[in-house]
C-alpha cells in the first residue's frame, strides 16, 4: 500500500488572474499558502487482479478503465493503464468549498500512482500533469493556481506567465512573523457546498470580454503588494489587502457572494476583524478573516458559524506511507 497526502490551500490575493483567458494577455499572479487540511489518496493491489476498485463518496467496482464513471480517475487511469488496484481518497473537508480540492485530489491520485509504479517526481511535474488533466483533458473550467498551491504548499507567490510558464517564489517570513501571522487568520464554514464551474465561467467570460480586465488587473497589483509587505515583516497588511481584494472580487461574476455572505462579512468587521474574502470562486464554503490576536475570541463568539482552525502546511504533495505490494 502507498498512502499520499495533498494539502488544501487559502488563496489570499490575485485569484482569477490564473485563468489562460487572462494570464495569456496580462500576466498573473497569485498569493496563497497550503493548510494543514489534506486529500489522502491510496492504491493497494486488488484482491482481484483484472479489476478496478474505486472508493471516494462512492464505489465504483469496474472490470476496465473505460467503464470507470469517475471522470478524474478515468483520465488519469488511462495515462497509467493499471489494473488490478484499489485506490481510495479520503479528505479532511468538503469537495466544492473553496479550497482547491478538485487540483489536491489530482494531485494526489498522480503522486500516488506515480510511486506505486516506482517512478520519482518532482512537485513541478507534479503541477504539470495536474494541469493537464484538469484543464487540458477534462476541459474544466479553472486556473493553474490550485495545482500548484496542492503540489508545493507553503506561502508561496505564483506568477503565470503569458506562454504558460509558472514562476514559483517563496514568501519569506521569519519564524515569529509566521506564528503571528498565523495566529490573525479566523477561518469559518459558511456551508452552501457547490460547484464553481458556473461563477469561474462568467468570470472567464467576462475577462474575455474586457468587462473586468481592470479590476483583475487591480487584484494582481494587490498581490504584488502584499508579497511585498510579507518579505519585509509587514504583517498587518494582509488585512487591509483582503478587505480590498474582496471588494474587488466580488465585481467580477454574479454569485460570487450573496446577501448573507455579506451580512456575515460586516459582522466580522464589526467584531474586530481588518479584512477578509470568501475563499474558492465564491457562493458558499469559507470566510477567511485577518484579525489581531486580541480580538480574535470576540470574532469567533459573535460570528454564529463553525470555526475551523488551521495552520500552514509546510510540505506540500508528499508519500506519507509505503508498504509491502
Known amino acids: 500500500m502507498i498512502i499520499s497526502r495533498t494539502p488544501f490551500r487559502i488563496s489570499f490575493a490575485g485569484g482569477g488572474s490564473d ?14 499558502t497550503g493548510i494543514d487540511k489534506y486529500m489522502y489518496i491510496s492504491v493497494h493491489p486488488a484482491f482481484t487482479k483484472n479489476i478496478i476498485s474505486l472508493k471516494y463518496s462512492k464505489t465504483e467496482t469496474v472490470d476496465s478503465i473505460e467503464k470507470i464513471q469517475h471522470i478524474y480517475f478515468k483520465d488519469i487511469l488511462k ?52 494541469c493537464k488533466v484538469e484543464i487540458e483533458d477534462l476541459k474544466q473550467p479553472i486556473g493553474k493556481q490550485d495545482q500548484y498551491a496542492a503540489s508545493f504548499g507553503n506561502l508561496n507567490f505564483y506568477s503565470f506567465e503569458r506562454d504558460g510558464t509558472v514562476i514559483v517564489e517563496p514568501v519569506i517570513l521569519s519564524r515569529e512573523k509566521s506564528e503571528e501571522l498565523q495566529d490573525n487568520l479566523v477561518m469559518f464554514y459558511v456551508g452552501d457546498v457547490r460547484s464553481a464551474s458556473s461563477i469561474l465561467q462568467e468570470q472567464d467570460k467576462n475577462i474575455k470580454n474586457g468587462d473586468c480586465e481592470v479590476n483583475q488587473l487591480n487584484l494582481c497589483k494587490l498581490a504584488r503588494e502584499l508579497r511585498n509587505e510579507l518579505n519585509n515583516g509587514r504583517i498587518d ?22 446577501p448573507l455572505i455579506d451580512q456575515y462579512y460586516e459582522t466580522a468587521i464589526k467584531n474586530g476583524a481588518i479584512g477578509g474574502k470568501l475563499l474558492g470562486a465564491g457562493g458558499g464554503g469559507f470566510l ?33 506511507y509505503v508498504g509491502q505490494k
Open 19 to 32: 485563468l489562460p483567458s487572462f494570464y495569456s494577455k496580462h500576466g498573473g499572479c497569485v498569493l496563497s
Open 288 to 320: 477567511l478573516f485577518y484579525v489581531k490576536k486580541d480580538k480574535r475570541q470576540d470574532l469567533i463568539s459573535n460570528m454564529s458559524l463553525m470555526e475551523v482552525p488551521f495552520r500552514f502546511d509546510k510540505q506540500g504533495s508528499a508519500i506519507v
Open 237 to 258: 497588511s494582509l488585512g487591509e489587502i483582503l478587505h480590498d481584494g474582496w471588494q474587488l472580487k466580488r465585481t467580477l461574476a454574479t454569485g460570487i457572494s450573496n
Open 79 to 130: 495515462k497509467f493503464n493499471l489494473s488490478g488496484i484499489e485506490i481510495t481518497s479520503t479528505a479532511d473537508v468538503p469537495a466544492g468549498t473553496g479550497l482547491g480540492s478538485s487540483s489536491s485530489f489530482t494531485v494526489g491520485v498522480l503522486h500516488t500512482l506515480n510511486a506505486y509504479c516506482g517512478r520519482y517526481v518532482s512537485k513541478e511535474e507534479l503541477a504539470k500533469a495536474a
